[in-house]
Nanobody, 124 residues
């Protein structure tokens, strides 16, 4: 069964950190690029970060550059999102997604597999 399962969300104070994990199963993880997206209430889904199949290339939305780091462990079939210096505007439901092929992409519709998401809430 093709599956992505996120974990690591929660409540955190402004300036704090969280590390999200996304465990993949049912497909050849190392052949897929991975991405993190988020969606806040009453807002459109937003691309956050993406990583190539071998971790050699990463890409971030401007609002998280320098604060978030995406990484992956192909031996563990897991992708991570380290989030530092969190701000209230980072509050959202965070999803990981997988896309076949080598090209990094930022459009959600180009991803093939999605997780169920995990909530991140940043409070002051």
């Amino acid at each position: 069964q093709v599956q992505l399962v996120e974990s690591g969300g929660g409540l955190v104070q402004v300036g704090g950190s969280l590390r999200l994990s996304c465990a993949a199963s049912g497909f050849t993880f190392s052949s897929y690029i991975m991405g993190w997206f988020r969606q806040a209430p009453e807002k459109e889904r937003e691309f956050v970060a993406g990583i190539s199949w071998n971790g050699g290339k990463t890409y971030y939305v401007d609002s998280v550059k320098g604060r978030f780091t995406i990484s992956r462990d192909n031996a563990e079939n897991t992708v991570y999102l380290q989030m530092n210096s969190l701000k209230p505007e980072d509050t959202a439901f965070y999803y990981c997604a997988a896309a076949r092929g080598g090209r990094l992409r930022v459009v959600g519709e180009e991803y093939d597999v999605w997780g169920q998401g995990t909530q991140v809430t940043v409070f002051s």
